[in-house]
């Protein structure tokens, strides 16, 4: 990183705050400057980042922000992304779920999606506005038992509804099927 591709305020100190940087990011992104919020001494300073052409032109809506390579996944657990939610990573904790450490040659999504960068030791991904998905895992003995739960609890519901039918002064039918799994 060298000074030229820093942007300080016009005063050339740096931004107080990293809010206060990254509103900046978003005004220059608007008029097609493309940036990412760095610390610097004092402050905190906009990187220019340089646009490389991808390999191979990708259709708009054709990209996976979540796609995960399934071969560098360990194959004694199930993978999803949380989204960080109030609560919601605690409960999935609470279920026996872990996040998922960043090591090399694991990357979430598909090449060139996204410019921000990933701190710490986390895998993460930004989803939305604000929002951070994480990678976290199971071990696939603890995801069946949970997926056998929710089957039973679906084929509770669905007897109760045959049930239901049967009752004297009905008349119809009932048919229940199962969904084909994708």
């Known amino acids: 990183m060298s000074d030229s591709d820093l942007i300080l305020k016009g005063d050339g100190t740096p931004y107080a705050t990293f809010e206060a940087a990254k509103a ?3 005004r220059m992104g608007r008029s097609g400057l493309d940036t ?3 610390q610097v001494d004092g402050g905190w300073a906009l990187l220019k980042q340089e646009y490389e052409k991808p390999k191979q032109r990708i259709p708009i809506g054709r990209r996976n ?3 995960i390579e399934k071969g560098k996944l360990d194959p004694n657990y199930e993978y999803r992304v949380v989204n960080d939610e109030p609560g919601r990573i605690k409960m999935f904790r609470d279920a026996g779920w872990e996040v998922v450490e960043r ?3 694991l990357h979430m999504g598909d090449s060139d999606v996204g ?3 990933q701190l710490g030791s986390l895998m993460t991904k930004v989803v939305g506005k604000d929002k951070i998905g994480y990678l976290m895992r199971i071990k696939k003995e603890f ?3 949970d997926q056998e739960a929710k089957a039973a609890a679906i084929r509770q519901t669905e007897s109760g ?3 239901q039918h049967e009752k004297e002064g009905r008349y119809g039918a009932v048919k229940i099927g199962n969904r084909p799994q994708y």
């Open 24 to 26: 900046q990011r978003t």
């Open 36 to 38: 990412n919020v760095v």
């Open 65 to 67: 922000i979540l796609s």
């Open 103 to 105: 090591r090399e040659g």
């Open 115 to 117: 410019t921000e960068s």
């Open 143 to 145: 995801y069946k038992e």
């Open 161 to 163: 509804l045959k049930s």
